[in-house]
Antibody, heavy 121, light 107 residues
Framework: EVRLVQSGAEVKKPGESLKISCETS????????VGWVRQMPGKGLEWMGN????????RIRPSFQGQVTLSADKSRRTVFLQWSSLRASDSGIYYC??????????????WGQGTLVSVSS | DIQMTQSPSTLSASVGDRVTITCRAD??????LAWYQQKPGKAPKLLIH???TLETGVPSRFSGGESGTQFTLSISSLQPDDFATYFC?????????FGQGTKVEIK
């Protein structure tokens, strides 16, 4: 069974750093892209970026470039999403999700449970 | 970015109704479209990928279709478990983009 288990809720102040995790199991970790999706309170879904754990190749949405860092640890089968300096506007729920390839392209087939990040002074 | 316009934003229906949700892309994305179901406090769940391929384990009352750049998610006979929010998503081009969501609520 494919499983993605995310780290717990975080409460932070503006300017603080944060690293959240997504631990995977049940599949060949290095060979599947994993993506991150943000959901602001009561809002829709926004794709942030993908990482390919085998070589840490990444694709990041331009609006998040320089704001977040994606990384992967193959020994722990875990991917990470990191901020060096949080802003209040970073508050939201962050989901990791595995990407499966159809004959042509990739879609999210399994999701983590989400990590709530609250940033407030 | 490819814009995904989803309608309606809210849909009121009764158990047993047939409902259809529409998603329009402003560029050609076929067949790289997926539909997800999200319940309050839960992660999205994949229902359909590649426009019309039902994910394993998803009931057959769900179906996906297309006509040009317009895509549809239909539920043939709404069940109590189907009251949720539904999102479309294109994965034809980066950045991946989602529709705004359709909340299906009890009439």
């Amino acid at each position: 069974e494919v499983r993605l288990v995310q780290s717990g809720a975080e409460v932070k102040k503006p300017g603080e750093s944060l690293k959240i995790s997504c631990e995977t199991s049940g599949y060949s970790f290095p060979t599947f892209w994993v993506g991150w999706v943000r959901q602001m309170p009561g809002k829709g879904l926004e794709w942030m970026g993908n990482i390919f754990p085998r070589d840490s190749d990444t694709r990041i949405r331009p609006s998040f470039q320089g704001q977040v860092t994606l990384s992967a640890d193959k020994s722990r089968r875990t991917v990470f999403l990191q901020w060096s300096s949080l802003r209040a506007s970073d508050s939201g729920i962050y989901y990791c999700a595995r990407l499966r390839r159809s004959p042509g392209d990739y879609y999210f087939d399994s999701w983590g449970q989400g990590t709530l990040v609250s940033v407030s002074s | 970015d490819i814009q995904m316009t989803q309608s309606p934003s809210t849909l009121s229906a009764s158990v047993g109704d047939r409902v259809t949700i529409t998603c329009r892309a402003d560029k050609n994305i076929s067949p790289w479209l997926a539909w997800y179901q999200q319940k309050p406090g839960k992660a999205p769940k994949l229902l359909i990928h590649d426009v019309s391929t039902l994910e394993t384990g998803v009931p057959s009352r769900f179906s996906g279709g297309e006509s040009g750049t317009q895509f549809t998610l239909s539920i043939s006979s709404l069940q109590p478990d189907d009251f949720a929010t539904y999102f479309c998503q294109q994965y034809s081009n980066y950045p991946y983009t989602f529709g705004q969501g359709t909340k299906v609520e009890i009439k």
